[in-house]
Nanobody
């Protein structure tokens, strides 16, 4: 029982930055995992970063050191700060939530998440 809505996408040049926001409204779950995923035409959805309300954080190797996921519990919002953006980061970015306990790479497995936002486009030009 959750609703998810993301925003903050846009177009930037290589090396630029963007911050995505994900509003998560939970109703019957005290514990929840929130993840960021991205997808391009012809490719499977891939996990970018995830944060567990209990504390654990997980990043894809491709974004470690460049992206930072964080949360503002009072606002019910999860953020994805994206720095040093590359053209390969261009994709539709989705926020998702799941009231589950994950282990390791499960945090970045899109098939395990049940609540999804509508997506926000990120385009990085060279």
């Amino acid at each position: 029982q959750a609703q998810v809505s993301e925003s903050g996408g846009g177009s930037v040049q290589s090396g630029g930055s963007l911050r995505l926001s994900c509003r998560v409204s939970t109703f019957t779950y005290n514990h929840i995992v929130v993840g960021w995923f991205r997808q391009t035409v012809g490719n499977e959805r891939e996990g970018v970063a995830a944060i567990d309300s209990d504390g654990p954080i997980y990043y894809a190797d491709s974004v470690k050191g460049r992206f930072t996921i964080s949360q503002d519990s009072d606002k019910g919002t999860v953020y994805l700060q994206m720095n040093s953006l590359k053209p390969d980061d261009t994709a539709m970015y989705y926020c998702a939530a799941e009231p589950a306990h994950f282990l390791g790479e499960q945090y970045l497995d899109y098939t395990l998440y049940g609540y999804w936002g509508q997506g926000t486009q990120v385009t990085v030009s060279s």
